[in-house]
T-cell receptor, first 114, second 113 residues
Framework: GIQVEQSPPDLILQEGANSTLRCNFSDSVNNLQWFHQNPWGQLINLFYIPSGTKQNGRLSATTVATERYSLLYISSSQTTDSGVYFCAVSIAEGSGGGADGLTFGKGTHLIIQP | DAGVIQSPRHEVTEMGQEVTLRCKPISGHDYLFWYRQTMMRGLELLIYFNNNVPIDDSGMPEDRFSAKMPNASFSTLKIQPSEPRDSAVYFC???????????FGSGTRLTVV
């Protein structure tokens, strides 16, 4: 099956710092999503980004599909950004719509200190 | 919109007992997914449905696990008999299309003693 590797596994930053999280995947994908799992365990969808660049407030993401990696940028970190960030993908099997099961990476555990 | 609703939030049961986890997807979402999260194995896809039909159940660990979706607004994941190694957080998620993202429920924390 497809392999998803995330780095770094752990990251500790001071409030206000910027960070870059990386996701490498082993095959062509038609679905790549970033999630944030907060300290209470809730999984929140951040981006659907199989290619290109998107921005949402202080968060942005870029996926270079031809090189099989994606980056999540967090600017001006806040303590509420703490938690685990997951990259999840599914393999490209045609260009149709719909949805399918995602394979998750192990995540990056981010701690933002005040 | 109440989001994806899972019940119960916590379940503690004894080894050998039957456990049933429940999920109500977001109305209009045609896809429903069951995931399991453990420290050792991370987030794993167990099974997913499209329009109430199971599409991929290759992630179901063994015959002790079964999942059903009798209608568009309800799904169950059953473990019978339960074992201590089944202890995990079980998440349900739903989606209308991959481009709109996946919405996860709050999860059910299962402890089998």
């Amino acid at each position: 099956g497809i392999q998803v590797e995330q780095s770094p596994p752990d990251l500790i930053l001071q409030e206000g710092a910027n960070s870059t999280l990386r996701c490498n995947f082993s095959d062509s994908v038609n679905n790549l999503q970033w999630f944030h799992q907060n300290p209470w365990g809730q999984l929140i969808n951040l981006f659907y980004i199989p290619s290109g660049t998107k921005q949402n407030g202080r968060l942005s993401a870029t996926t270079v599909a031809t090189e099989r990696y994606s980056l999540l940028y967090i600017s001006s970190s806040q303590t509420t950004d703490s938690g685990v960030y997951f990259c999840a993908v599914s393999i490209a099997e045609g260009s149709g719509g719909g949805a399918d099961g995602l394979t998750f990476g192990k995540g990056t555990h981010l701690i933002i200190q005040p | 919109d109440a989001g994806v609703i899972q019940s119960p939030r916590h379940e503690v049961t004894e080894m050998g007992q039957e456990v049933t986890l429940r999920c109500k997807p977001i109305s209009g979402h045609d896809y429903l997914f069951w995931y399991r999260q453990t420290m050792m194995r991370g987030l794993e896809l167990l099974i997913y449905f499209n329009n109430n039909v199971p599409i991929d159940d290759s992630g179901m660990p063994e015959d002790r696990f079964s999942a059903k979706m009798p209608n568009a607004s309800f799904s169950t994941l059953k473990i019978q008999p339960s074992e201590p190694r089944d202890s995990a957080v079980y998440f349900c998620a739903s989606s209308i299309d991959r481009a709109y993202g996946y919405t996860f429920g709050s999860g059910t924390r299962l402890t089998v003693v």
